[in-house]
């Protein structure tokens, strides 16, 4: 087995887990903006905690073997390589600026014991985490069609 297989592997493995950890926020938003009490919040916000791990593990299981193959592989640089790493970029923003948001809101219904009052309620029902979330899963799809077809070879 090559080198450049074993990157590839790794860089789709990644690509696997940043799918998963897409999956698992995609419920986690279900179930938080759901929650009636203050224990269901703290059952799911500890996803939250699995996601701190897997989506910068799974960064690095895409770019690190993904610069080992443009190094080595795709010299040059073809164009679709550019437009998938800005949108890596443009995943990864999107995904810092809607956990930042999330968390607090999260952090002041933990505060919170027993029924949510309904101001918490509504903090929970925020758009940004779920516009977010959608705009990263669309741009995800679009990488993976971009490194598959590999436009303009």
Known sequence: MTLYVM?????????????????????????LRRAQASEQIR???RVGGWLRWLVPLSLVAILVPGFYMM??????????IGLSFAGLVCVA???ALSTRRLAGVVRAALAQEGPLPLTARARLQVRFPWVS???RAALLLAIVFLMTAKPGQ
Do not use: I, N
């Not at 698992?24 to 179930?31: H, R, V």
């Not at 190094?71 to 679709?80: C, E, N, S």
């Open 93 to 95: 923003v999107l995904g």
């Open 71 to 80: 190094a080595t592989a795709w010299r040059g640089g073809p164009p679709w």
């Open 7 to 31: 990157a590839k592997y790794l860089h789709v493995v990644g690509t696997l887990g940043l799918f998963a950890s897409l999956g698992l926020e995609w419920a986690m938003l279900g179930q």
């Open 43 to 45: 059952e799911w916000a």
């Open 133 to 135: 979330l959608q705009a």
